[in-house]
């Protein structure tokens, strides 16, 4: 997925590729501060312990919540999704995925994969929100002489 984001980095058009850094440089570290804090105030034991069934792979017993490979493969999905919709929507299907077989491997409950969606939406729309307020000479660094048409 990292791989399939920086190909479609690559695609975009200079002022996309700044929007797409900044989303990624606000979203990635809030994601990953509200998972900390929501994985601090709610212990959520993985399933493989709670309901006594074996993991499809090793895993430490400890707290599942929230799902942090869901978390990042989610994040890297929203950040594209803004830039490239198509690609975007790949990395959407794909970080389903993860989530769906976290699950199936009994390493993360729905709500631990829900709730990592849930915090990358919001987010990847506090970034959203923040880049829409800043100017584009704030975006690129005064890198550009002028903003182009």
Known sequence: MPFIGLGAWLLLDRQEKYKAVWRGAIAVPLGFAIAYIAGELFYNPRPFVAEGVEAFFHHEADNGFPSSHTLAAALIAGVVYFSSRKIGLVLVACAAAVGI?????????????????????????VANFVIARLSYKLLTFGLEQQRPE
Not at 101 to 113: F, G, Q
């Open 101 to 125: 077989c976290r699950v199936l491997a009994h390493v993360h409950s729905w709500i631990d994969v829900i709730t990592s969606a849930a915090i990358v939406v919001f987010a990847v729309i």
